[in-house]
């Protein structure tokens, strides 16, 4: 399985398992799952509060952090905020100022 790739993010004490090939991937997930008790809950769509979208069609992973985005405009009562280009125009001054 030469140039394959295997990636295992870990917190605490979850997993989250890619591979570059199913094969590997089953391989890997078998061994350990003799060493270790583990669960398997199918397509990952958050990881450590990013939203993960995979289109397997147009062969994409988007990752989202809305959610977080949403909880810091809330946190600041910025909610109902205009939205703005990024990066921002040169020589327009942020609201409050």
Known sequence: MDGELVIIVIAID???LT??????LIKCKV???S???ISQPGPVHW????EVKRDRTARTITLLQ??????IAMRFHLEDAPPIS??????LSC???
Do not use: Q
Request: cysteine-free.
């Open 86 to 91: 990024t990066p921002m125009e040169i020589g």
């Open 66 to 71: 809305k959610a977080y985005i949403n909880s």
């Open 35 to 37: 060493k270790f008790k």
């Open 47 to 50: 990881l450590l509060g990013v």
């Open 19 to 24: 591979s570059s090939s199913e094969p590997l």
């Open 95 to 97: 609201p409050g100022r």
């Open 14 to 16: 979850d997993l989250t």
């Open 31 to 33: 061994e350990l799952g």
